[in-house]
């Protein structure tokens, strides 16, 4: 960010570690990135609670909207994935897990709130761990007696190998996926957070700080900065859909007939 002394200085890791807001000194304490996400939270009911609470046959704009959100889960998703049964069975999993993740992205680009939900791990890993719990618990609804058999020790494989297979099949299927579910979703919603606080902040510097022909540059960087916003909404639905989609992919294998 730009600075009163005159030199320009860029966004840093900090700013994922914001002071408390309210409630200071108690269990109950609040800092920025607490409030965006209740913020988002509250915007997701009151978005669901506006589309459906007059449903009609012939649907309105902002119903038809909520529905073409519920059926891209739904269809694209979930029965796509699992086939109409077990898509039925884990919709509501998904769309909690879609929706939740799409608003708390795109509070990193909207004025006022300028950071994501997502972009702390917190949520992120919460999220990777209710996937996680779906994942172990289809597989051993399927499959009680086999699941962690077939999971570990693969059919087909000569048995000397397993001293190879067990560890690596152990370790990337029940220690990797909710890892990199985590760290890609953080990742990408720092990132963004990041280069558009570059952007705008490089803008104001140019503009109000170093003035003259600098004032050029400040045109390029409000212009990138403002396409990359679009970037950034985009990155915002498609780390939603990421998510959902490999949540329901780890469900898919869990319930596949060799377990």
Do not use: C
Not at 26 to 51: C, D, H, K, Q, S
Not at 116 to 135: D, E, Q, R, W
């Amino acid at each position: 960010m730009s600075a009163d002394d005159g030199e320009f200085h860029g966004p840093s890791i900090a700013e994922f570690f914001p002071g408390p807001l309210l409630f200071e000194g108690t269990p109950f304490e609040i800092n920025r990135i607490m409030l965006v996400r209740f913020i988002a939270v509250a915007a997701l009911i009151l978005v669901f609670w506006l589309g459906t609470r007059r449903m009609r046959v012939v649907p309105g704009r902002f119903q038809s909207l909520v529905e073409m959100g519920l059926d891209l889960v739904r269809v694209n998703i979930a029965d796509d994935l699992l086939g109409k049964k077990d898509g039925k069975r884990f919709l509501p999993l998904l769309t909690t897990i879609f929706f939740m993740v799409l608003f708390m992205n795109l509070t990193g680009v909207i004025p006022l709130l300028n950071i994501a939900g997502t972009s702390v791990i917190g949520v992120p890993l919460v999220l990777a761990i209710v996937a996680y719990v779906a994942f172990i618990y289809a597989g051993v609804k399927k499959s009680p007696k086999n699941f962690f058999k077939n999971s570990l020790f693969p059919a087909g494989v000569p048995w000397p190998v397993y001293i190879i297979v067990t560890p690596i099949e152990f370790i990337s299927t029940f220690v990797i996926r909710p890892i990199t579910l985590t760290l890609r979703l953080m990742m990408n919603m720092i990132v963004g957070h990041l280069l558009l606080v570059l952007f705008f902040a490089a803008t104001q510097f140019f503009f109000f700080t170093a003035g003259g022909w600098w004032s050029l540059l400040g045109v390029g960087s409000l212009a990138f900065g403002l396409v990359f916003t679009l970037f950034e909404i985009l990155v915002a639905v498609l780390q939603a859909y990421v998510f959902a989609l490999l949540t329901a992919v780890y469900i898919q294998l869990a319930v596949a007939e060799e377990h």
